[in-house]
């Protein structure tokens, strides 16, 4: 089944890991930003192949509507 992340979604690794929420999109990928284990606030950028929504199991397809000059 597919599903469509846009910003505000929650995902996860397809590999594992926390659950993170999608805050934007750039040209290397996803924005992505998740709670530590410790509380702290920590954000990275990661391929869209490389994620899944948070509540699947199957494949997606991501929706790009945003500026990555807004990030």
């Given at each position: 089944m597919s599903a469509e992340i846009k910003l505000g979604d929650t995902v996860s690794l397809k590999s594992g890991g926390p659950t993170m929420t999608v805050r934007g999109v750039c040209e290397?990928?996803?924005v992505c930003q998740w709670f530590s284990k410790s509380e702290t606030l920590k954000k990275d950028v990661f391929p869209d192949?490389?994620?899944?929504?948070?509540?699947?199991?199957?494949?997606?397809?991501?929706?790009?509507?945003?500026?990555?000059d807004k990030l």
């Amino acid at each position: 089944m597919s599903a469509e992340i846009k910003l505000g979604d929650t995902v996860s690794l397809k590999s594992g890991g926390p659950t993170m929420t999608v805050r934007g999109v750039c040209e290397d990928g996803m924005v992505c930003q998740w709670f530590s284990k410790s509380e702290t606030l920590k954000k990275d950028v990661f391929p869209d192949f490389m994620l899944m929504p948070a509540d699947d199991v199957g494949g997606f397809t991501v929706i790009i509507d945003s500026d990555a000059d807004k990030l």
